[in-house]
């Protein structure tokens, strides 16, 4: 009884992680917001880094690169972007599906008048720039 719960328990991993997809480096995203995340390095771990370039209309910093680093772990990944001139970081995650990474995220910022953090959250689906 527990040998045959124990092989559909490896079974069930193999078929888990035979779906998992990882992250493509060098590889290059755009959202639907016109921005650009590039990866440059992803290790064994799965921690990688790169760019990412703010076009979103409706907010700030746009046209840099800033840093990005992240971690997939399987399909499943996050990364974080710090807009340093603007105050602001945002973390977003999602999951690697084909050429596509649909993700939520959530912006983090200090309110001007109580100095207290604050939270804005979206969702960007990045699709691979061939
Ligand atoms: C800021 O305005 O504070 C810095 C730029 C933030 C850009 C946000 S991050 C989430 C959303 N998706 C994008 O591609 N750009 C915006």
Same mark, same amino acid.
């Given at each position: 009884?527990?040998?045959?719960?124990?092989?559909?328990?490896?079974?069930?991993?193999?078929?888990?992680?035979?779906?998992?997809?990882?992250?493509?480096?060098?590889?290059?995203?755009?959202?639907?917001?016109?921005?650009?995340?590039?990866?440059?390095?992803?290790?064994?771990?799965?921690?990688?880094?790169?760019?990412?370039?703010?076009?979103?209309?409706?907010? !700030?910093?746009?046209?840099?690169?800033?840093? =990005?680093?992240?971690?997939?772990? @399987? &399909?499943?990944? /996050?990364?974080? *972007?710090?807009?340093?001139?603007?105050?602001?970081?945002?973390?977003?995650?999602?999951?690697?599906?084909?050429?596509?990474?649909?993700?939520?995220?959530?912006? !983090?910022?200090?309110?001007?008048?109580?100095? =207290?953090?604050?939270?804005?959250? @979206? &969702?960007?689906? /990045?699709?691979? *720039?061939?």
């Amino acid at each position: 009884m527990f040998r045959a719960a124990a092989v559909a328990l490896f079974g069930l991993c193999f078929v888990v992680n035979a779906n998992a997809q990882s992250l493509p480096s060098p590889s290059t995203w755009k959202n639907q917001r016109g921005s650009v995340l590039t990866i440059e390095t992803v290790d064994p771990a799965g921690t990688f880094k790169g760019k990412f370039t703010n076009s979103a209309p409706g907010f !700030r910093c746009q046209g840099k690169p800033y840093d =990005a680093s992240g971690r997939a772990t @399987g &399909s499943n990944l /996050f990364f974080v *972007v710090t807009f340093t001139e603007c105050n602001t970081v945002t973390r977003w995650r999602g999951r690697l599906s084909a050429n596509r990474i649909p993700t939520t995220w959530s912006l !983090r910022y200090v309110d001007a008048q109580t100095g =207290a953090f604050r939270s804005l959250n @979206g &969702s960007d689906a /990045f699709d691979r *720039v061939p």
